[in-house]
């Protein structure tokens, strides 16, 4: 079945790149997705990228698809301690299901 | 979040007791789910629904049910809660026609069986 895996921790210093990986299984995914979480809150969607894209860069994320590797990641540039949260990948359902495959989330530690 | 909302936001209650949380959307999104969070777990999928009185379960859905009778309400019930459900609780909407706007997730509720 569909799986997204993450690495659960990532620690950073305050100003360096961050950069949070994502593999997954389902090579028919029409939409990859990243969510922040924030302590007490629900999910925030943060961007999302189209299956037929390499790259796409919003302000100080940008996220790379390499559909061939099924992998994805998201680059934060100039992270700050406001960035320190919990990310979640997830991909779109496929096959004409709209259930949603979410990664256990990787945890960004931001150190000032 | 805009559009969704979820109450109560804190439940504490005794085993063996029903509980009912409910989900309330103005988006008019055609899709609703239920998930819980845990530690080490992530999101795991409880029930969701496509439709008035269409509703399917999840990959933990033991021990839940669902009711959707009108498209902006999802209630989600614990039939006899036990200390096994003790988590957070997601409900998240999408709509098929807007992929491209992911799924918008509701504040949760936090839920302690006691």
């Known amino acids: 079945g569909e799986d997204v895996e993450q690495s659960l921790f990532l620690s950073v210093r305050e100003g360096d790149s961050s950069v949070i990986n994502c593999t997954y299984t389902?090579?028919?995914?029409?939409?990859l997705y990243w969510y922040k979480q924030e302590p007490g809150a629900g999910l925030q969607l943060l961007t999302y990228i189209f299956s037929n894209m390499d790259m796409k860069q919003d302000q100080r994320l940008t996220v790379l698809l390499n559909k061939k590797d099924k992998h994805l990641s998201l680059r934060i540039a100039d992270t700050q301690t406001g960035d320190s949260a919990i990310y979640f990948c997830?991909?779109?359902?496929?096959?004409?299901?709209?259930?949603?495959?979410f990664g256990r989330g990787t945890s960004l530690i931001v150190h000032p | 979040d805009a559009g969704i909302t979820q109450s109560p936001r804190h439940k504490v209650t005794e085993t063996g007791t029903p509980v009912t949380l409910r989900c309330h959307q103005t988006e008019n999104h055609r899709y609703m789910y239920w998930y819980r969070q845990d530690p080490g777990h992530g999101l795991r999928l409880i029930h969701y629904?496509?439709?008035?009185?269409?509703?399917d379960k999840g990959e933990v859905s033991d021990g839940y049910s669902v009711s959707r009778s009108k498209t902006e309400d999802f209630l989600l019930t614990l039939e006899s809660a036990t200390s096994s459900q003790t988590s957070v609780y997601f409900c998240?909407?999408?709509?098929?026609?807007?992929?491209?706007?992911?799924?918008?997730f509701g504040s949760g509720t936090r839920l302690t069986v006691v």
């Open positions: 389902d090579s028919s995914s029409t939409y």
């Open positions: 629904s496509y439709g008035v009185k269409d509703t």
């Open positions: 997830a991909e779109s359902g496929t096959g004409g299901s709209y259930i949603p495959t």
């Open positions: 998240a909407i999408s709509e098929p026609r807007r992929f491209n706007y992911g799924y918008t």
